[in-house]
């Protein structure tokens, strides 16, 4: 274990908690914080102040605006939090000696690739949230010395609302959904994810890393797999292109992010242990 007091910020988020659970689970001493107890649209001196009693060694920024479509509407809210909110927290990591550990986004990049993006490709953010995150990997480059991007991608986990668990909720009740045939990308379970950070801000290595789950597929494709793996009917999924939506932000078509430096399960290995959770909640409900 190469580090003992991490800050989880945005703890809970479907990220968040995950990462509070598995890092104490490890052993680490993890403080959580929340938009009630450390809040992205207060200065930096704040926030130092707020994070000076943990003495953290790492900050994980989890915190962030993430409804794509929201932050379409309000890009001023998008930009104050995951622009100016990460730059402020990574100020303040950095004045306290602590690592600093940014999650972003496969939105970064415009999705015209024909193969999985690797960390070094340049991003080129097709719509406001994108841009914005993309503006808090910038200033962390720009301005920290010992930091950590991490992007990742559609995630699905058990403690917040998510398309995996959509998708098995409306095909328990029998409910027709729209799923799009041409977005595609890497699905990741937050509990495999929660490894690969641990692992990469153990690794010493700055700088730009990927983490996702194996497997590039359609937002359609996932929703029949999806049924398919938990034993329900496919007969409600419904193939549409994306325009046929009329969502307010543009989405990248084509985002599955290449991990070189990590061993990762496959998508569906997640999805099967997310399954078990998310039937032993559906028990206790």
Known sequence: ?????????????????????????????VFPTTSETLNL????????????????EVVIQCAAFTNVDACERDPDMAMAINKDGTHK????????????????????????????????????PINTYGLSKY?????TTEQLEAYYIIRTSWLFGIHRNNFAQWILD???????????????????WTGNLAVAIE????????????????GAI?????????????????EGIHRVHSSDLGLPANRPQFT???????????????FQAYFTQYQQQSTVL
């Open 170 to 188: 409306q095909a328990r009740q029998g409910k027709a959904v729209k799923a799009a045939e041409d977005w595609v990308g890497t699905p990741t």
């Open 135 to 139: 503006y808090g990997e910038l200033l």
């Open 256 to 270: 599955p992010l290449a991990c070189p430096n990590l061993a990762v399960p496959s998508w569906e290995t997640g």
């Open 218 to 234: 359609s937002r359609y494709e996932q929703a029949i797999r999806i049924c398919q793996m938990a034993g329900l009917s496919t």
């Open 1 to 29: 274990m190469g580090f003992k007091n991490i800050v989880v910020v945005g703890a809970a988020g479907m990220l968040g908690q995950e990462l509070v659970t598995h890092f104490r689970g490890k052993g680490y001493s």
């Open 89 to 124: 927290l990574g100020l303040a990591s950095q004045k306290l000696g602590a690592v600093f550990a940014y999650i972003s986004t496969d939105y970064v990049f415009d999705g015209l690739k024909s193969e999985p993006y690797l960390p070094e490709d340049r991003p080129n």
């Open 199 to 214: 692992n990469i801000i153990n690794s010493g290595q700055f700088g730009v890393h990927h983490a996702a789950d194996a």
């Open 41 to 56: 649209l207060v200065t930096e001196d704040e926030m130092t102040e707020k994070l000076e009693p943990f003495q953290p």
